[in-house]
């Protein structure tokens, strides 16, 4: 079994930072791929970030240049830095990991989420 928490969401000024964390816990042996997803009202769940464990990065093209995806592996956390954050970045964002559980092979889970709302 495996955890993954969320956490830094917040309400946030239009062209400020926030900085999410997610730490994943319980009987990993290897996370392959941490991911973001958010979910804004009225809107399916999107792909923002995802970083696979030889480093390599994806976005979605709304937040290349702002958001910065990082990883330490050693404690099995991953961040999502934010800057220049705009109100359509609001959203409950979510952590998801594709890893090697230690007795059930390859699993995939999700965070419960954190609220990222931008607004003035």
């Known amino acids: 079994q495996v955890q993954l928490v969320e956490s830094g969401g917040g309400l946030v000024q239009p062209g400020g930072s926030l900085r999410l964390s997610c730490v994943a816990s319980?009987?990993?042996?290897?996370?392959?791929?941490m991911g973001w997803y958010r979910q804004a009202p009225g809107k399916e769940r999107e792909m923002v970030a995802t970083i696979s464990s030889d480093g390599n990065t994806n976005y979605v093209d709304s937040v290349k240049g702002r958001f910065t995806i990082a990883r330490e592996h050693a404690k099995n956390t991953g961040y999502l830095q934010m800057n220049n954050l705009k109100p359509e970045d609001t959203a409950v964002y979510y952590c998801?990991?594709?890893?090697?559980?230690?007795?059930?092979?390859?699993?995939?889970?999700w965070g419960k989420g954190t609220l990222v709302t931008v607004s003035s």
């Open positions: 998801n990991a594709d890893l090697r559980e230690i007795w059930r092979g390859r699993m995939n889970y």
């Open positions: 319980g009987s990993i042996v290897s996370i392959v791929t």
